[in-house]
């Protein structure tokens, strides 16, 4: 590994693995092999202090009690908090965006603080959001339709300093009468989508990876990704 490999956090695949999310950070990796960067995933485990020098850090969604496990490393290990605070690109799908907010009620109705990274909380719904999820997204830099598959029964509420990544076009989302989805504040973005989703918004890996490496990513010409992007964008209407 030189000094200039591109370091890809995976946190917590351990407990945070249930939903195929650890393809995000395959993703990155490639697309930055790609552009002949070297690139190296990083897993951060339940046996493993959680390391703030890492270029950029995904994690995936998980089920109650695993999501209960990883919220205990996350507060007794504070690497992630400490990166994001020096600006590092985070991307948390489903269930971590539940713990990196103030708190998240269980499906049994139990209250669990987080670690307060998002401005946000989330109580249950009273059934579960499951399917396709479309929406435009409402920040800089991004201009194409973000979409995914939701799996949920968390509604998220966000705070003043959270902001929505995007309004939702089909699907449910964070669940507020507002019709947002997911959530941006500083370098950390949350989405309920699964996927995973870098695989299906390309333009969203490439705005992480631009950040995780402070340089500007020539395109990539890959036909079977905008294939991809077009069935499932179809599946949904
Ligand atoms: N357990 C959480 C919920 O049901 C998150 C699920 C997930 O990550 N897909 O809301």
Known sequence: MSESTVRIGLVLPDVMGTYGDGGNALILRQ????RGLDAEIVPITLD?????????YTLGGAEDAAQRLATRHLTDHPGLQRAAQAGRPVLAICAA???LGHWYETSAGER????SMFDLTTAPRESRAIGELVTTPVIDGLTEPLCGFENHRGATTLGAAAKPLGR???GVG???ADRVEGVVQGSVIGTYMHGPLLARNPELADYLLAQATGTNLEPLDLPQVD???RER???AR
């Open 112 to 115: 669990v603080s987080g670690i």
């Open 168 to 170: 939702v076009r089909h």
């Open 48 to 56: 493993d202090a959680v390391p703030d020098s890492l270029d950029v």
């Open 227 to 229: 294939r991809l992007r």
């Open 31 to 34: 697309r930055a092999r790609m």
């Open 97 to 99: 965006i539940q713990v």
């Open 233 to 235: 964008l179809a599946a």
């Open 174 to 176: 964070n669940g507020a």
